[in-house]
């Protein structure tokens, strides 16, 4: 039978695990709210150049 409290002792997290970790963490990710506030000011910039395009 495994000895849960013996294993718990014996362990030792992956130090690969901990950098993954850290760098998941310190990562600026965007969320969906900026992707959507950069893709209308995208297309508002667009827009604003055709209109000056056709006058």
Do not use: C
Request: glycine share 2%.
């Amino acid at each position: 039978m495994i000895n849960f409290e013996n294993e718990l002792k014996k362990f030792r997290p992956s130090l690969e695990i901990e950098d993954a970790e850290e760098i998941i963490y310190n990562q600026d990710l965007d969320d969906m709210a900026d992707v959507l506030v950069s893709l209308l000011k995208d297309a508002k910039a667009e827009e604003m150049g055709r209109q000056t395009r056709s006058r």
